[in-house]
């Protein structure tokens, strides 16, 4: 076992399968304690089995927690945090393409609950013990998708028309926008914050939904990458030194890359923030928290 990230705390979503497997296989074979959050018991359970056998470390675990659902974040949250105090990673990796428009308990499109919403409050509220680690990381997985996208203010759950792809790659472009803004918001702290971009990726990223995802499917084993590689830049983004300035970067393939100038737009990005905010329904002292990782930096 590579030792590196002995002692350190990593949160994985998504670990139950595709990109946020590997990436927590990558963790946990540095030594990190990773908690592994995704849905279906049975699986997730089986996966952070297999995991701990591969790579030698006891020190995963899962957590069950269907993050479409607010309040499910919210009990993965408080358990994440009753279990370790303090964060050194957190990524943000689950998502899904919902090719027709469904509703989450909440009453909210899934895309945007569990693609953007959930990363969103989790963050916020894991911020106290991403705050007490002493170089915090949090790393989203984004998508090229993202430069398809666009945020919408005035619709952003889609209700007037529902299109897979453009809820898709709102989602995916939020990740990079909740990015840019994080890391402004952190600035001067020494948490840090980075999006990437994959790759084409042979996971199980859209199984079985119509027949559009199955040819994409057939595609993605004929012309992907794996799973390991392209949680690469995802583990590049964790764990090395080089991107120590670079907070608030999106990536590909290790190096950084210009994102859509939407995300980089700071009105924009702040007023889809607020938005946020109101939709996963922030107590003050939630947002505080942020501020509080803020003023003691
Ligand atoms: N594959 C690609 O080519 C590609 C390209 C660009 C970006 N990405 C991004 O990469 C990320 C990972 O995708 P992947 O390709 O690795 O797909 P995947 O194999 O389908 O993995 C998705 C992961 O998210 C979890 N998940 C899905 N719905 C969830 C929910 N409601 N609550 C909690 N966990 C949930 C799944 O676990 P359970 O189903 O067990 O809950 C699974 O662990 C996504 O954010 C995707 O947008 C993928």
């Keep these: 076992m590579n030792e590196d990230l002995v002692g350190k705390v990593a949160v ?138 666009r945020l919408r203010l005035d619709d952003p759950m889609l209700e007037r028309r529902y299109d897979g792809w453009a809820a898709y790659s709102q989602s995916k472009l939020a990740n990079v926008a909740f990015t840019v803004e994080l890391a402004r918001r952190l600035e001067g702290t020494p948490t840090s914050a980075y999006a990437f971009h994959p790759g084409f990726v042979d996971s199980g990223f859209g199984a079985g939904s119509t027949v559009m995802n199955r040819l994409l499917r057939l595609a993605a084993r004929l012309f992907a990458r794996t799973p390991e590689q392209g949680a690469d830049t995802g583990i590049y983004l964790a764990t090395s030194a080089e991107v120590a300035g670079a907070s608030g970067g999106y990536f590909a393939d290790r190096k950084r890359i210009q994102p859509k100038a939407a995300a980089l737009d700071r009105g924009l990005g702040e007023r889809f923030w607020r938005l946020s905010e109101e939709l996963v329904g922030l107590t003050p002292q939630e947002r505080a928290a942020l501020q509080r990782a803020q003023r003691a930096a």
């Design 12 to 149: 994985v979503t998504g670990a139950s399968s595709g990109i946020g497997r590997e990436l927590a296989r990558g963790l946990a074979e540095r030594g990190a304690t990773v908690l592994a959050v995704s849905r279906g018991s049975g699986s997730g359970q089986r996966v952070v089995d297999e995991l701990r056998l591969s790579t030698g470390n006891e020190r995963v675990r899962f957590l069950p927690a269907d993050l479409s659902s607010l309040a499910e974040v919210r009990s993965v949250a408080a358990l994440i945090t009753a279990e370790e105090p303090r964060i050194d990673l957190l990524v943000n990796n689950a998502g899904a393409y919902f090719a027709r428009r469904t509703t989450t308990v909440d009453g909210y499109e899934a895309t945007f609950a569990l693609n953007h919403l959930a990363p969103f409050l989790l963050t916020h509220l894991l911020a106290e013990g991403l705050a007490r680690a002493p170089q915090a990381r949090v790393v989203g997985t984004a998508s090229a998708a993202s430069r398809a996208g």
